[in-house]
């Protein structure tokens, strides 16, 4: 499945990925906001909120939010959670942006899914000149249950076609997108802020966690139910649980006033 096809899965178990989807450290909006600098209340335009993990912040620090969500179940979450914000159900690579201008556009591990091509240029249409654009990913790192990371690959590699290599990337070996949006020309230089942080899951928390995930929602029933049955069974013989260290990154640049000449 390409990303098209694989962006639509999230939707399927709304319940699901509200309860088990972690929320992003409170730094994360507090370096934002340092960004945006002095303005009462902040107008926000979220990309992809889904259920609401990185919404609720903002809104609990009186930021007014705009979201534009795919999955009408996953955005009906977030509205009925959060009753002062605005959904929009849309394709953000096709929605007609509004003719208000925003402080923040903000995305939190949805990015990646929008069109490479045009995602950072309709980002910098939607932002008043020195806007901020937040771009939030999240990654798993080397970190937590160690050898766990190494030996799940085992069960990758009998039930899935997934061929990564064994254990988890280093933190300081992951990339934020400061480069592509330099190279949009709309922006100035972008910053990157790196949060390390752990979680510790049963193996039935770890299990509704990957149902979660779209790349382990759409195998087949034969190959999910085997891949789970393994990776409980190195959890169990584990003492029970596994701790996943996961890294946030946020990536931010303010929009500038006119676009530099690149070329």
Not at 56 to 85: T, Y
Request: charged residues 25%; hydrophobic residues 40%.
């Amino acid at each position: 499945m390409g990303r098209l096809e694989l962006r639509g899965t999230f939707g399927d178990d709304a319940e699901l990925y509200d309860r088990v989807r972690p929320s992003y450290p409170g730094r994360v909006f507090d370096e934002v906001g340092r960004m945006v600098g002095p303005v009462a209340r902040p107008r926000v335009l979220e990309i992809g909120c889904g259920t609401g993990q990185a919404t609720a912040p903002m809104v609990r620090r009186g930021w007014s939010v705009k979201a534009v969500e795919l999955s009408p179940a996953l955005g009906g979450i977030a509205r009925d959670k959060l009753p002062e914000l605005e959904v929009i159900v849309a394709d953000f690579d096709t929605w007609a942006l509004p003719a208000e201008r925003f402080d923040v556009v903000l995305s939190a591990t949805a990015f990646h899914w929008l069109d490479p091509a045009t995602r950072v240029g309709k980002a910098a249409d939607a932002l008043r000149p020195g806007g901020v654009l937040a771009v939030v990913s999240t990654h798993h790192v080397a970190g937590g249950s160690e050898q766990f990371w190494v030996d799940v690959q085992d069960c990758y590699d009998r039930f899935t076609d997934d061929a990564d290599p064994r254990g988890m990337p280093a933190a300081d070996s992951v990339t934020g997108d400061e480069e592509e949006i330099a190279a949009s020309g709309r922006f100035g230089p972008a910053r990157v802020w790196r949060y390390e942080w752990e979680l510790t899951y049963t193996a039935a928390e770890y299990l509704a966690l990957l149902s979660s995930y779209s790349g382990h929602r759409v195998l087949t029933e034969q190959a999910r139910d085997g891949l789970y049955n393994c990776i409980r069974g190195l959890i169990e013989a584990a003492g029970g649980s596994v701790t996943k260290r996961y890294l946030t990154l946020l990536t931010a640049a303010n929009r500038l006033h006119q676009p530099l000449a690149l070329g």
